[in-house]
């Protein structure tokens, strides 16, 4: 039987093997770049792919299409050209649309024992200025700047420590590199496939140029003036900006590369002659010769895509646009499609936990507190008048979407149900009212939450008037405080604030292998408990300890899956760790699975009907892969 | 007349120290500083903080020395032509500010022409034909396009802008032409999308114009010589021009002075709206995001272009009305 | 000569007057000895549009005293049934029968394929409004509770003049409540600009020397520095977490506080001209103190051009108001005011497909005309010489 299965893969291996040298001696020249190859300024096509070139085959909705075109996008802010490489998303690692791991730049990855990552670069793999992609880019980035003392003063990224313990980084040849720790590290993929990933490859070829050990003095005091830094770190670090794509010059693996120098109103990336993928036609990829980015204000984006500036417009539209955007679609030439977003709750209240005032502290510490408050929001309203009803009402957990879902997790203690909210804090003891029917807390002062928002959207302050109400007829009595953002964070973190409505779990499409953390203590930027999860991630400088039994349970199952040795005993402790939040309900979600506008030109294709358009876990629209969208009909 | 001038230009150079010293103060006012508020919006976006380069960049952008060093620091580079750097856009100020501080000026330029153009005509009609209907017609309109807050015009003129001609919503041309050189598709471009933000800037300063016009108009028209002009059977065109007129140019020239600062400062708000590549988008959004050292020069740059118009429209009454330079001094 | 040709003429046969050519009829003393506050009102009375202005103003600060009254809804009421529901219009005729003010009824129709909210009338469906009635109770200047409306709307009904928001919150109600922070922001800050600016003028200009200089100083600077960014810097300052109260006064303060210039230098320039004046030199001399001369017989000569004047920076405060609001930095949610309500109004939604959002520029264009009309006339009235 296993002999027998063992054929079968290493045949399905030989196979597949076969199509892809059948495939790359039928590549087709990009027409894009036909003069500068005749010319012989770049080599021919089957020279700028690897040997073994990246395949992406299409079925279903997709189909594989033709070269040419140029996408317009908009954007609020130069700031935001970053998104393109987000969009590109041109990762060592990948995620697929189905949400597993594929290996994507790297040829392809071995793990021993969870903790011994082989990284296998591809044969003839170049960057967009035609220089090889070697294990010496791996080796630049290790020793040159991560264990530089002058650049990285703290050592390496500390995201790349285990129990503070660094990688053993050995570079095996030019084609292979290998990260080992001494206990699994079920972080490491992850965070090379995230939509802002760890770069741990740099283009050495290029950076040599402005660091202290490879360029000469005088150089560098002419650089330090040039870039008005104040030492030569500055400059490197000026210059080394890949997730920015502020910098032209900077070779880069991504589909397209920037041409445009900053500061600007305008943006260009044209194609990477370099880049790695092709279609199974033989045609390099990406289809799209270049971007357009037009910077243009935030509040100007949803007209401007309504008058037909945008070819694929998602950044900046809200739900509310929608009306607008679908009567503009009979005049323009584009059409109107709903995505889903990602996030476990698009809004949530998040208790503070650590509140300075002891006695908001201990109602709120109390689980029955926050189920009270949880019965007496009318989530059906609030959906039927802001989202059209087309919102999922339920807690902060999952979504439906997760192989980690149960409809338990999501509904309970979030039905409407007042009579059981006032019973609940007859229950808790302040059962004395004042004149407006407002409860008074054990000391006598009225029962009132101030929920800080940070001022952003009307949403949040038009969810809360909607609270409002109904939890006055629960004798609670709401006030909304807006901020900024830096004073709303500053205010949770110290305690100041009692409350905050903000958006709820990051990613809300988790499998038993994705990373538990957010459920635990493990940040000061989970607004339900700041000082508890500063704790942990200074490792017990700031902060303290938490002092709930069952926070202390969820760190410990946080730590447990780490050392978890199979996927089973990954997916228990997923369901160990959401049960404790259904029971403890430590924030009050709102409302997820809000849908997202998008704008797709009517020629572009490959674009999907419907999909999920959030940064993580979908890098938006990367793991769509952009590269494969193409244009039916070339605009002239 | 030469002591004159050079009186205030001297007069200038502390005016703008304090002016100095005051954006500065201003701009470090709230709470925190860039990066905290570059953290801030990393961590809403759901993006990762590398906070070892955080530390790094507090440390090279100077953000953890004291304030007035930094100060000093920033204005000893302002005179030495360095605006310091924005931290926003890891350039140095003087590159990002490239083309906008010409487009603020064009702007105020045009728009004051405007404003020029439709009020001095309206002016002179509304004085000599006082309290008739045309004087209170007109006047009402110019009043009109005080009141309206500009901001709310501009959105709606925007989208009808649109809708019935075309024109693409938002900045001073197609996109297109952003980055490509000067054509005469480009001139048209422009032009096509100068004409809103001027009417919409302009509107608010015509009224006050018009009303301060007729003002000094009919103080003069009052006056002994006019109606000796008029008894010795000057006709009254003639009459018109040759001496009240004159007189009111003088005030004309004078009153940029009051124009200017509403002009820049309503041009301000309005290129927010339309997202014009001028100074006032980046000044929002710096003064916001606490990009320090760019909001502190474009403050400067927009404190300078005022008093260096009022020294231009100063010095220009000085040329016309004898007055003044010989009593030496303006009393307004 | 001729009897027929004789003059009609009669002797008097009241004691001879020697004045009687320099006394006054009673209409001409009442003229002469008239104070000059009544001067201006006379000319006022007779400045037609000026008066008509004066009586939209007083009508408006007047709505603001009994904004709960006037509102139809209270400030948060909410009808969840009828978001973004276009406004009402009020009949009188239907099917050519005279019935009073009343408004059709409606339904709710969603269109599925644009998500948008639609609500044809019911032609047969007559709702009559009623007057001086009991409606949403409110809380009269937070101080006692109350239900007495001027209108209301019908039973099971809704009356939405100026049509509703994305919550369902009337439009006219808002505008209403929202008179109370725009109308009153101009007044506070008029009175702290008025009284800084006479403050600082008259010390300048009574005092003059080094007075006179640095108050000058100050003046240019701040004169040179363009609104606006100033007003976004200093609101960029404002605590955000401060109550409601607080930023308004905080924002009231800001905004005098580049508007007081214009004023002193009035003050300063008067006061220069008529410090050398005989009275001025007289009072001195019996040993009044300048705070006297200043206050007693200086300024009450051109207090009504102050007047006039300060009336004519009110429309600069209002417009300031909303303008920071417009941008996000001046008043906020839950605090209504009409800055406040066109910012919610400035998105393409809006101008597209709501368009009654809009609606609260219309007052914010009537009070500041109004304004504007009724400063000109006071100052023409406050003119001795026209």
């Known amino acids: 039987m296993i002999r027998s299965l063992l054929k079968l893969v290493s045949l399905s291996l030989l196979f597949s093997q076969l199509i892809s040298t059948v495939n790359a001696s039928d590549l087709i020249e990009t027409e894009f770049l036909i003069d500068k190859v005749s010319s012989g300024e770049l080599p021919p096509v089957i020279d700028r792919l690897p040997e073994q070139p990246k395949i992406v085959s299409f079925s279903g909705e997709f189909e594989a299409g ?37 290996a994507d730049i790297l040829e392809s990855v071995d793990i021993e024992e969870g903790r011994i990552f082989t990284l296998h670069i591809r044969k003839g793999h170049k960057w967009s200025d035609g220089h090889p992609f070697t294990s010496e880019d791996f080796r630049y980035y290790w020793e040159d700047i991560a264990n530089d003392p002058d650049i990285s003063k703290g050592g390496p990224n500390k995201k790349l420590s285990i129990d503070g313990e660094l990688p053993v980084v050995e570079f095996i040849d030019e084609l292979t590199v290998r990260y080992s720790w001494s206990q699994p590290n079920p972080f490491f993929l992850p965070a090379l496939a995230g939509a802002s990933p760890i770069y741990i490859y740099k283009p050495a070829h290029y950076l040599r140029q402005f660091h202290k050990r490879y360029q000469t003095k005088e150089r560098i005091a002419e650089l330090i003036d040039h870039y008005k830094s104040r030492n030569w770190v500055g400059v490197h670090v000026n ?21 445009t120098y900053p500061p600007s109103e305008r943006f260009i990336f044209e194609r990477n002659p370099f880049y790695y993928r092709q279609d199974s036609n033989g045609l390099q990829l990406p289809y799209i010769d270049s971007l357009v980015v037009n910077i243009a204000s935030g509040k100007l984006i949803p007209a401007k895509t309504g008058a037909n500036e945008s070819d694929l417009q998602a950044r900046y539209l809200r739900m509310d646009n929608y009306t607008f955007l679908k009567q503009a679609e009979k005049r323009g030439h584009f059409n109107v499609r709903l995505w889903s977003t990602a996030k476990g709750a698009n809004t949530a209240l998040f208790p503070n936990l650590n509140t300075k005032d002891p006695v908001m502290r201990s109602l709120l510490q109390d689980v029955r507190f926050r189920k009270a408050m949880s019965l007496a929001i009318h989530r059906h309203e609030i959906n039927q008048v802001i989202y059209f009803g087309m919102a999922l009402e339920g807690n902060n957990t999952v979504l439906p979407g997760s192989p980690l879902y149960k409809p338990d997790y999501q509904t309970s203690s979030a039905g409407f149900d007042l009579a059981q909210a006032n019973e609940l804090l007859d229950e808790l003891g302040l059962v004395n009212r004042d004149d407006r029917g407002v409860r008074l807390l054990s000391d006598g002062r009225p029962l009132e939450i101030l929920i800080q928002t940070a001022g952003e959207s009307t949403e949040d302050t038009d969810i809360l008037e909607l609270v409002h109400d109904n939890w006055l007829k629960a004798g609670i009595k709401l006030y909304s405080i807006p901020s900024t953002r830096e004073v709303f964070r500053n205010r949770i973190f110290s305690g100041d604030a009692m409350m905050s409505i903000w958006s709820g779990m990051a990613n809300g499409l988790p499998n038993a292998d994705s990373n538990p953390a957010p459920l635990a203590a493990t940040s000061r930027y989970q607004y339900q408990w700041p000082q508890w999860g500063q704790y942990f991630e200074t490792s017990g400088k700031g902060g303290h300890k938490p002092e709930i039994k069952e926070v202390n349970q969820l760190m410990q199952l946080n730590h447990d899956w780490r050392m978890a040795s199979d996927k089973s005993e990954r997916e228990k402790i997923w369901h160990d760790m959401l049960e404790i939040h259904r029971q403890q309900m430590f924030s009050i979600g709102v409302i997820a699975g809000v849908k997202h506008p998008l704008v797709v030109n009517q020629f572009l294709h490959n674009v999907p009907m419907t999909g999920f358009y959030d940064i993580e876990p979908g890098a938006y629209f990367g793991i769509y892969k952009p590269d494969t969208f193409w244009f039916s009909e070339v605009r002239r | 007349m030469g002591s004159y001038v050079i009186r205030r230009i001297l007069t200038m150079i502390p005016t703008l120290l304090v002016i100095s010293m005051l954006v500065f103060v201003i701009i470090q006012l709230p709470p925190g500083d860039y990066l905290e508020s570059y953290i801030a919006e990393l961590q809403s976006q759901g993006e990762s903080v590398d906070e ?3 530390a790094f960049l507090r440390e090279e952008y100077g953000l953890d020395k004291p304030i007035y060093e930094q100060y000093f620091h920033w204005v000893t580079g302002m005179l030495q032509g360095d605006f310091g750097y924005s931290f926003e856009y890891s350039l140095p100020v003087s590159e990002v500010v490239g083309d906008r501080l010409f487009l603020t000026i064009l702007i105020s330029l045009v728009t004051i022409v405007f404003t020029w153009m439709i009020a001095f005509p309206i002016g002179i009609y509304s004085a000599t034909h006082q309290y008739s209907w045309g004087d209170y017609g007109l006047s009402f309109l110019g009043f009109l396009g005080l009141a309206t807050p500009n901001f709310l015009l501009a959105l709606i003129m925007l989208y009808f802008a649109n809708v019935y001609f075309g024109t693409s919503i938002g900045g001073l041309m197609a996109p297109e032409y952003i980055d490509a050189p000067w054509s005469f598709d480009k001139l048209v471009s422009v032009l096509e999308h100068l004409w809103i933000p001027v009417v919409v800037i302009g509107t608010s300063g015509t009224a006050g114009m018009i009303r301060r016009l007729r003002a000094n108009l009919l103080d003069e028209l009052q006056k002994q010589y006019v109606v000796t002009g008029r008894a010795k059977g000057l006709p009254p065109g003639k009459l018109l021009r040759k001496y009240p007129l004159r007189v009111s140019l003088n005030f004309f020239v004078a009153d940029i002075g009051n124009l200017l600062p509403q002009v820049i400062s309503g041009a301000e708000i309005v290129a927010v709206v339309m997202s014009l590549p001028t100074t006032g988008p980046i000044l929002l959004s710096a003064l916001q995001s606490q990009d320090m050292y760019l909001a502190g020069s474009f403050l400067m740059f927009l404190a300078v272009l005022t008093v260096v118009g009022v020294l231009v429209s100063d010095l220009a009454l000085a040329v016309l009305d004898p007055r003044i330079r010989l009593q030496g001094g303006l009393e307004k | 000569m001729s009897r027929q040709h004789e003059i009609e003429h009669y002797v008097s046969s009241e004691p001879f007057d020697a ?11 009442k003229y002469y000895l008239a104070s000059q506050w009544t001067l201006m009102w006379w000319k006022l009375k007779r400045h037609r549009l000026a008066l008509i202005c004066g009586i939209i103003l007083a009508l408006n600060y007047g709505s603001v005293l009994i904004s709960e009254f006037v509102a139809p809804y209270n400030l948060h009421t909410r009808n969840t049934d009828y978001i973004y529901s276009p406004p009402q219009s009020v009949h009188l005729f239907h099917e050519g029968r005279f019935v009073g003010p009343f408004v059709y009824g409606r339904d709710y129709k969603l269109d599925m394929d644009l998500l948008l909210r639609t609500y044809p009338e019911r032609k047969d469906d007559v709702q009559p409004l009623r007057f001086f009635c009991r409606g949403d109770s409110y809380q009269f200047w937070g101080l006692f509770d109350g239900d007495f409306h001027f209108v209301c709307p019908p039973d099971n009904g809704t009356f939405f003049l100026l049509g509703t928001d994305r919550l369902g919150r009337d439009v006219f109600s808002r505008i209403t409540y929202g008179a109370r922070i725009s109308l009153t922001i101009g007044l506070v800050g008029i009175m702290i600009s008025f009284s800084f600016g006479i403050l600082m003028g008259g010390l300048a200009g009574y005092y003059g020397g080094w007075v006179d200089s640095s108050v000058q100083r100050v003046i240019e600077v701040i004169r ?13 300052v404002l605590p955000v977490n401060w109550s409601p109260i607080f930023i308004f006064f905080g924002i009231t303060v800001i905004l005098a506080m580049l508007d007081w210039t214009g004023l002193a230098r009035a003050v300063r320039s008067k006061l220069i001209a008529l410090r050398e004046e005989d009275f001025c030199t007289a009072a001195e001399l019996m040993g009044a103190k300048p705070s006297r001369i200043i206050g ?72 500041i005309l109004a304004f504007n009309f009724f400063g000109d006339g006071l100052r023409d009235a406050a003119d001795p010489y026209k």
Do not use: C
């Open chain 1, 66 to 102: 033709q070269q040419g075109g140029q996408l317009r996008l908009l954007m609020g802010k130069q700031k935001d050209i970053r998104q393109i490489t987000i969009y590109g998303y041109a990762r060592l690692v990948g995620y697929t649309p189905d949400l597993s791991l594929e």
């Open chain 1, 239 to 259: 210059r080394d900006r890949p997730y920015k794509a502020t910098n032209p010059d900077l070779p880069t693996l991504q589909p397209w590369v920037n041409t």
């Open chain 2, 52 to 54: 070892q380069k955080i």
């Open chain 3, 19 to 29: 004045h009687s050519i320099e006394a006054l009829t009673p209409e001409q003393e």
């Open chain 3, 224 to 236: 040179s520095f363009p609104e606006l960014p100033l007003w976004m810097a200093l609101s960029a």
């Open chain 3, 296 to 367: 007693r017989h200086l300024l009450p000569g051109f207090m009504s051009h102050l007047i006039a004047s300060a009336t004519l920076s009110i429309p600069a405060m209002i417009l300031g108001e909303t303008a920071l609001s417009f941008l996000g930095l001046g008043l906020r949610p839950p605090i209504t005011s009409w800055g406040v309500l066109l910012n919610e109004a400035q998105n393409i939604n809006v101008v597209a497909l709501y368009p009654w959002l809009m609606f609260p520029v219309v007052p914010v264009i009537l009070v």
